[in-house]
């Protein structure tokens, strides 16, 4: 993955009264557990991955930022939510990387949509992260250059915000919008 390339490989093919934008909506939230030796404990954010004082606690890694965009693509392309593709019962899936899970996706589309010369084109990812703990500011950057590995001519937004004592502090949520550029014939396809 990782090059637009595979995304417009199918331009060619383009008839413009068969394109759609299509828009998906993803949300995922888990639990921080406080983690008392730092040194060994990574946590993961849009496959980018610091040092930090709490860990998610989740089935995979926990990466609500990932499960949240896997959620706005899958939703719309194949009306499925990332716990049909990826079920948390399913031990393959214990302490998984989410980018791994994400790679699957993409694979997916390639297999279900593109092979089909069917076009597909994803616009912008606006992602919004909720906690009162991690502050995303000062890795934003690094977040987002992860997310480009995966969506490299993709719009990707990135806010943090706090829950303003909503909910406890340990709780961690994500919500993604994904906007796309799709076939319409996609949907009879699938």
Known sequence: MGKESLYDINSNFINPNNLEY???FGFDIHKLKKVYFIKN???TLGGYTFFFNYKFIAHSDGDIIIHAIIDSIISPLFNKDIGQLFPDNDRNYKNIDSKYLLKK???KIENDILNKNLYLK???FDIVFCNDIIKISNIKNKITES???FF???NISIKGKRSEGLFKKNYCLCFVNSLMLL???IFFNN
């Open 22 to 24: 299509v828009t998906g």
């Open 41 to 43: 404990n990574r946590l």
């Open 105 to 107: 996706v993409l694979e």
């Open 122 to 124: 994803f616009i912008s």
């Open 147 to 149: 997310l480009k590995y």
């Open 152 to 154: 490299p001519s993709t």
């Open 183 to 185: 076939d319409k014939r």
